[in-house]
């Protein structure tokens, strides 16, 4: 009895020992979190998020949500950027302007990156494969549409054809997610591998800047190319056996595949503001 009641106070001891320490462990890393600047936070985070990520793994909703609150803190002072800088100066009246991608950080997990556009700058329509996207509008107004592949039709109408013989690209439908301005500031938009748009367009209506993050980012050998999509109305095709109202069928398009647009002129720099990563 007496040996036995050494030990139960001995593992009492030991238990309180460890909780107090695992206490301690936590509140440094609290008070770390609370020193750092919202760029660190931003790389902390993304670090945590997409730790046990990859292709078509999506985060669970608290760490969504955790990802969402940090990058709706951000302003664009957080990341060194203002509306007056050459990113967003039009240079050439002829055809789209150039766009700029400041790179912050990629690894095997995700990516961070800065597109910089000035008015009427196009990110053409693109794909996301196997990706969960948060993109943070940081000052400026954007039109962006997007879209999910239609999977909800009924079984026997068909969502895939060829319009004109085996050479050329088969057209899908797709539903339309968004179609719509956004000013800054906004929620962060969050697309994942299957829904919330994967597919999409974004349009200057004035300069501005849209921080991305990617989980995982594109990877040729591994598969994760980015597709470039040509959009059609609705109406464009009648195929055999599909039937949608007149009034629903707005919500959906016809995407086929194509090459990267000529026209598409973005040119990649390293990010040069406040620190996100440590060294």
Same mark, same amino acid.
């Given at each position: ?8 106070k001995?593992?009492? #001891?030991q /238990?309180?020992t460890i909780?107090n320490?695992?206490?301690r462990?936590? /509140? ?6 609370m ?8 790389? +902390?985070?993304?670090?945590e $998020? ?14 969504? +949500?955790?990802l ?10 957080d ?5 007056d800088?050459?990113?967003?100066t $039009?240079?050439?009246? /002829? ?6 991608y400041? =790179?912050i950080?990629e ?5 961070? #990156?800065?597109?910089c556009?000035?008015?009427s700058?196009?990110i053409?329509? =693109?794909n =996301?494969?196997?990706?969960? %996207?948060?993109s943070k509008?940081l000052?400026?107004?954007?039109h962006?549409?997007s879209y &999910?592949w239609a ?5 026997h ?7 004109s ?11 339309v997610k968004? &179609?719509?301005?956004?000013t800054?500031?906004c @929620? ?9 748009? @994967?597919?999409h367009?974004?349009?200057? %209506?004035?300069a501005c800047?849209?921080? &991305? ?6 990877? &040729?050998?591994?598969?994760?190319h980015c ?8 109406? @464009?095709?009648s195929?055999? #056996? ?7 069928s707005?919500?959906y ?10 026209n598409?002129? $973005?040119?990649g720099q390293?990010?040069?503001g406040?620190?996100? %990563?440590?060294?």
């Amino acid at each position: 009895m007496g040996i036995g009641k050494n030990l139960s106070k001995g593992s009492e #001891g030991q /238990r309180e020992t460890i909780t107090n320490s695992k206490s301690r462990k936590d /509140r440094r890393q609290r008070s770390r979190k609370m020193s750092l600047s919202p760029g660190e936070k931003l790389f +902390e985070t993304c670090t945590e $998020v997409f730790a046990n990520g990859g292709p078509g793994i999506v985060p669970p909703p608290s760490q969504i +949500e955790n990802l969402r609150s940090v990058l709706d803190a951000i302003t664009p002072e957080d990341v060194g950027l203002k509306p007056d800088m050459p990113y967003f100066t $039009v240079k050439s009246v /002829r055809g789209r302007p150039t766009i700029t991608y400041l =790179h912050i950080y990629e690894c095997e997990k995700f990516s961070m #990156g800065i597109f910089c556009l000035p008015a009427s700058g196009v990110i053409p329509l =693109h794909n =996301h494969p196997g990706m969960t %996207v948060f993109s943070k509008l940081l000052f400026g107004t954007m039109h962006i549409k997007s879209y &999910d592949w239609a999977v909800d039709m009924p079984p026997h109408m068909p969502t895939i054809f060829n319009p004109s013989g085996t050479r050329t690209p088969e057209v899908r439908l797709a539903k339309v997610k968004i &179609d719509a301005d956004f000013t800054a500031p906004c @929620n962060p938009a969050i697309l994942y591998p299957a829904d919330g748009g @994967n597919m999409h367009c974004f349009t200057a %209506v004035t300069a501005c800047a849209v921080l &991305d993050v990617l989980g995982p980012p594109y990877n &040729d050998p591994q598969g994760r190319h980015c597709t470039y999509y040509l959009d059609y109305p609705f109406s @464009n095709f009648s195929v055999d #056996g599909l039937s949608i109202s007149e009034e629903e069928s707005n919500g959906y398009e016809w995407l086929q595949e194509k090459d990267k647009p000529d026209n598409v002129k $973005v040119v990649g720099q390293m990010y040069s503001g406040p620190m996100i %990563v440590d060294s």
